[in-house]
């Protein structure tokens, strides 16, 4: 059944509530992404994931379901859904959605009628246990939110605690109970008849806790981990769901693998496991963050050891390439200086730098315009992990208040959810009404419609590069070699099948970076990609690379379509 339809994919994320808002309300909507639509054909994508859309009191911003099959009024009707699903597969649009089922919302009908009483026959459904102490007071171990916290929520009906890795209103299910595992995969084969062609699996990793939920041992804000990411169970779980469902039709399964490392990646992705397709893992984007919340110095050497790794992974596992999502910072404002006068350069690098490896790239709404990060105001953020920080900080040590407002303007989530920035007015084409987050300023000069008409923009050398990479085979299936890589300055690296091979070398700094390039054995290859007018068409012994500049060179191979 599966074509693996994916390997040839260039996804585009939608963010739904900051994407393109139809009636004014501030809320980007269905009809919104409809009227986008022939925008993102003209990109050249041929698949959206597109974050949650489903019912829910947005607690977190979707990521707390409180109906599966149905669509949050806030977004539209299933009839927009499905005009929306239509109008994508016309334009040769695939549409993977957001499965967020390690939880639900609290007020899932579920989580209702399981809070009722110990006997309700939805009680199993979540993860209840008695409290410890005299009086069962104190939760049952000792884990921790991953939004700070204690991971258990005391209810006083039943005296019971129930589990929520991320806030209360997020319970974790049961997945050790067999009816959950047979709704999860009815509501994938609903979504599945209606024609969506897969799932991006929120936290999927998280989904089988060890035996006895023991204490763990981590960070504050992070213990637990070793007793919840991949557990004991976990295979047999997707193996379960993969039949049920996910192989049923011709569909793309990719999880997002929070804790998953590299030595483990195999096991839930390799194709012959039935398994994940492929998985969101977070080694790459946590190169300059520790623990998800503290901003360490960007370090290239450390980046491209991850990448490699990641591309070293055996012929049978499929990595995801992105530097964006909804839960990440602006890529522009963290891997460089994306406020500075080469900003275009740098934007069109980090395209380059991820576009020619092997996988399926990932471009967040507002990447292909290269939008930044932006300046809130302590009571401007609107995301609950910024909140709760905050909160978490004011009550237990308020003199750390400034180093937490420095952190979360460097990793707050509410750096990529500020509005798609399609024009340089009020509201910036996003919204005619109050929009539901601040719009980032610097819209006036970074925008779709300005973008569209300068054909030096990124969106426009995005474009030509996804055309680039259709049906490329170097690109898809060859070899991968790195080169220089201790060098902390360029990321280099070949492509090779057979005698034909791209040379792709990215310079992460923004200086003039002599460049020797005698070990790569490419002298003589000639240019196919550049960020900048007036390179060498010949490879020489070296290179100078200009502040940012990224360029591919071609050997034995040349009908190449070039692009400058
Ligand atoms: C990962 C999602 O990407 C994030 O936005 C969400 O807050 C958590 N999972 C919890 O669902």
Redesign the pocket.
């Known amino acids: 059944m599966k074509t693996r339809w994916y390997k040839d994919a260039v996804f585009y994320q939608i963010y739904p509530r900051s994407f393109c808002d139809s009636n004014g309300d501030g809320i980007g909507d269905i009809k919104g992404i409809i009227s986008k639509l022939d925008y993102l054909r003209d990109l050249g994508i041929n698949a959206v994931w597109l974050?949650p859309v489903y019912k829910s009191p947005n607690c977190?911003?979707g990521?707390?379901i409180s109906d599966y099959r149905d669509i949050n009024p806030e977004f539209g009707t299933m009839e927009d859904f499905k005009e929306m699903l239509k109008g994508m597969h016309d334009r040769g649009i695939r549409l993977v959605m957001?499965l967020?089922v390690?939880?639900s919302s609290d007020e899932h009908f579920w989580f209702q009628e399981s809070k009722k009483s110990k006997d309700n026959p939805y009680r199993d459904y979540y993860i209840w246990r008695e409290g410890k102490g005299k009086d069962g007071k104190k939760p049952p171990n000792n884990w921790t939110s991953?939004?700070t916290g204690k991971a258990w929520t005391f209810d006083e009906k039943t005296k019971e605690w129930y589990l929520h890795?991320?806030t209360s209103k997020?319970p974790d299910l049961n997945w050790d109970n067999p009816k959950v595992r047979e709704e999860v995969a009815n509501i994938c084969n609903f979504w599945f008849e209606m024609g969506v062609d897969g799932f991006r699996c929120?936290?999927i990793t998280y989904i089988s806790k060890e035996e006895g939920l023991p204490d763990g041992k981590g960070l504050p804000i992070l213990r637990g981990d070793e007793h919840f990411v991949l557990g004991p169970n976990i295979h047999k779980y997707f193996n379960e769901i993969n039949e049920k469902a996910w192989s049923r039709y011709d569909t793309m399964i990719v999880g997002?693998a929070?804790g998953c490392k590299l030595k483990d990646a195999p096991s839930i992705i390799a194709e012959d496991r039935n398994e994940l397709d492929s998985a969101i893992t977070f080694e790459l984007v946590q190169v300059d963050f520790k623990s998800d919340f503290l901003p360490v110095k960007f370090n290239l050497r450390k980046f491209k050891q991850v990448q490699s790794a990641w591309q070293n992974l055996p012929s049978n596992c499929w990595p995801t390439l992105y530097y964006e999502?909804?839960?990440q910072p602006r890529s522009i404002t963290r891997y460089g200086n994306g406020y500075g006068i080469h900003r275009k350069e740098l934007g069109k690098m980090l395209a380059v730098s991820y576009f020619m490896l092997r996988g399926t790239p990932y471009i967040f709404e507002g990447q292909e315009i290269g939008m930044t990060n932006i300046y809130l105001k302590p009571d401007e953020y609107v995301d609950?992990?910024a909140k709760q920080i905050f909160t978490i900080v004011k009550k237990v040590f308020p003199p750390l208040l400034p180093f937490a407002r420095w952190a979360m303007s460097k990793r707050a989530?509410d750096h990529a959810r500020t509005p798609m920035q399609w024009e340089g007015k009020q509201g910036c084409g996003f919204t005619t009404g109050t929009p539901w987050m601040k719009v980032n300023p610097n819209c006036d000069d970074i925008n779709v419609v300005s973008a569209l008409k300068n054909p030096n923009s990124i969106l426009n050398f995005y474009k030509k590069l996804i055309d680039f990479r259709k049906g490329n085979d170097i690109i898809k299936n060859g070899t991968y070699k790195e080169y220089y890589a201790g060098n902390k300055n360029v990321f280099c690296f070949e492509r090779k099948t057979g005698d034909k091979a791209y040379l792709v070398i990215c310079n992460f700094k923004e200086k003039n970076i002599p460049f020797n390039v005698d070990d790569t054995g490419m002298k003589g290859a000639k240019l196919v990609i550049s960020n900048y007018p007036n390179q060498e068409d010949v490879l020489g012994d070296a290179i100078l690379l200009k502040p940012y500049e990224a360029v591919v060179f071609e050997k034995g191979n040349s009908d190449s379509k070039r692009i400058i």
């Open positions: 974050s977190d911003n990521y707390d957001d967020v390690n939880h991953r939004f890795l991320f997020q929120d936290v997002e929070i999502n909804h839960d609950v992990m989530r």
